[in-house]
């Protein structure tokens, strides 16, 4: 199977393999530190939502959250946006939005690999992809799918970890999911797949506001 630029999906893996070893060991002492906090969360059924808050973790707390919105609800949604996730980009390749509007995200996982559609700001994106290098490392994720089991161990502290908050989620090949979400307010955004070596492959994309 080829990607769009014409790597193989051996060739993306193996990229991404290279790249998760250099994160792991430029960030794994702040990882390994985010990962023993409370309420620190990541995982869910066929497939997950995360925990993307610009690392404020614990309790339920979101961080800065809601500067790039909050979760929306079926009865407001406006319309819907099917996005397609490919190894290693996605279509569409942009995402145009108006402030105020509730969007329902439908996520179909066209790949061979695992992937993540998430909402969030290049900060936001760059703190979790530590967080997924940690689950990688753990063997919660894998090239392909999600180990369930993993995700509910203890991985110190005695808190599991999970890919759990509403402005992301993540899926197995052939999966697909949804994601209902509200931008409050105009701010520079991006979606991206944070799996160790998708970002740097490509695998992100603008939210544009009308």
């Known amino acids: 199977m080829q990607s769009k630029d014409g790597f193989s999906v051996i060739k993306i893996l ?13 960030i794994m002492p702040d990882a390994m ?11 869910n059924s066929s497939g ?3 925990k993307m808050d610009g690392g404020q973790h614990g309790g339920g707390h979101h961080g800065n ?7 929306g609800k079926a009865a407001e949604v406006t ?7 490919k190894d290693n980009f996605y279509e569409p390749e942009t995402i145009s939005v108006k402030s105020g509007e509730t969007i329902r995200f439908k996520v179909i996982n066209k790949g061979e690999a695992l992937h993540e ?6 900060s936001m994106h760059k703190a979790h992809q530590k967080e997924m290098a940690v689950m990688m490392e753990h063997g919660m994720i894998e090239v392909d799918r999600i180990n369930h ?3 509910k161990m203890d991985h ?3 808190h599991s970890m999970k890919h759990d908050d509403p402005n992301s989620i993540l899926l197995e090949p052939g999966k697909s999911g949804e994601i209902i979400w509200k931008f409050t307010q105009k701010t520079k955004l991006e979606f991206a797949c944070n799996i160790p070596g998708h970002y740097e492959s490509g695998m992100m994309g603008p939210v544009n506001f009308k």
């Open 79 to 85: 319309r819907t946006i099917t996005v397609m996730m």
């Open 117 to 122: 559609f998430g909402l969030g700001t290049a």
């Open 48 to 50: 997950g939502h995360m």
């Open 149 to 151: 089991d993993r995700m």
């Open 14 to 26: 193996a990229a991404g393999t290279a790249a998760f070893a250099m994160i792991s060991l430029a």
């Open 156 to 158: 110190g502290g005695g």
């Open 33 to 43: 530190a985010a990962a023993g906090e409370p309420g620190h969360g990541h995982g």
């Open 65 to 71: 959250m809601g500067s790039i919105g909050e979760p």
